[in-house]
Structure formats: C-alpha cells, structure tokens
C-alpha cells in the first residue's frame, strides 16, 4: 500500500477546508403551480485593480414536489440554465434606494441594462402594496443571436425578506467598494517631523 496515498487523500465525509467555499445568501420560493424562482447571492470584495461586486442568481423551478407524503420530495430548480448578474457599486446602490423607500422602482421603471456581445439584460426591482405587499425582482435576457435562447425570471420578496437584503447590501457596499483591509507598511517620519517644527515655530 502506498502510505503517501493513504495520508493525502481526504477521508470521506471530510469537511471542505476553511475558506474553501464562498457563502451565498439563498431564497428559494417554490409554488404549487411550478412558477417559482430560487435567488443566490455572492459577495466578491474588491482586489487589487478588481471592483467588488455581488453575483446574483436566479433559476426558475422545475418541477413542484411533495414534502407531505410518505416519501417526501422537494421542489426543484434549473440552476443549469440560471441567469447570472454581476451588481456593481452604482446597481447596488440604486437597488438600496427602492428597499429603503427613496423611489418606487430603479430608474422608474426602466430598471438597469447590462449589455454584452451576445445579448442585453434588463433588472428591475419595483416596491409593490396591492395586492400583496413586498418587492418584485425581474430579470430578463434576450440573445442578439438566438431568440429562443430568451430567458425571463422573477422573484417576490416579502417586506422582511427585502428588510435583510437591505441590510445585508449595506453592509456589503464597503467591501465592494474597497475590499478587505489590509495593512500597508508606510513611513510617517518626514510628516511626524514637519509637525514638530510647526509645533516649535509656533511655541518660539
């Protein structure tokens, strides 16, 4: 038997290393009808000349389940064909301004555009009161090439789900804008010391 082979590879079971897998902060609403949606989002602070971002997922269900009966199932979602969105600084902050109640909906309506060479994709986010209160994500993308590669998809948040998001963008925003701190060796001698003749100049 190869002892190095036997020491190397991972037990199994073994827990993923620390720092292994980036956490991601979910909503899955399934519905009866097989018209929901599950939400992931990602944190990315930025790095060296890389702006942070939050990764956004969405995934429409594929098929409803049945958690009551003797065998239970769970519904199920298309992550393979999910739409992934990248949310810089200036989307994540006019998504902060309907959550917070600035404005009823990102550019009235109109919501954010990303554009790419195979296609656009429209994001909107609009705070709705009748005839159930909450906060409406839609995503839509539409190929430049291929019109049946369309996808559309939709979430329905509930005021205190819309309440966490709040919260957890605004907290996001300094990582996204500046990323993790670090510390950076400086030297402080030549400022330190104009100080001290200001200070003697004064005093004399």
């Given amino acids: 038997m190869n002892t190095d082979t036997q020491t190397t ?43 942070g971002c939050i990764m956004l997922k969405i995934a429409n269900q594929m098929t409803v389940g049945n958690p009551m009966g003797p065998n239970p199932t769970f519904a199920t979602f298309d992550w393979e064909n ?60 539409s190929s430049r090439t291929d019109k049946n590669a369309d996808n559309r998809a939709w979430m329905f948040f509930k005021p205190a789900e819309a309440l966490g998001i709040c919260e957890a963008i605004t907290g996001a925003l300094y990582l996204v804008a500046f990323g993790i701190p670090m510390l950076v060796p400086h030297n402080t001698a030549a400022y330190r010391e104009q100080t001290k003749e200001m200070r003697n100049v004064a005093a004399a």
């Fill in 9 to 51: 590879t991972p037990a199994k079971n073994t827990p993923p290393a620390l720092g292994s897998i980036r956490p991601s902060l979910c909503f899955y609403h399934a519905n009866p009808k097989g018209t929901g949606s599950a939400v992931k989002m990602n944190l990315h602070p930025a790095h060296d000349y890389t702006d």
């Fill in 82 to 141: 999910a739409m992934t969105v990248k949310l810089d600084f200036g989307d994540l902050c006019q998504m902060l301004q309907v959550f917070r109640g600035e404005c009823e909906s990102i550019n009235g309506e109109k919501g954010l555009y990303h554009r790419s060479p195979v296609g656009q994709t429209s994001i909107r986010l609009s705070h709705h009161v009748d005839p159930v209160p909450g906060y409406l994500l839609e995503i839509y993308r």
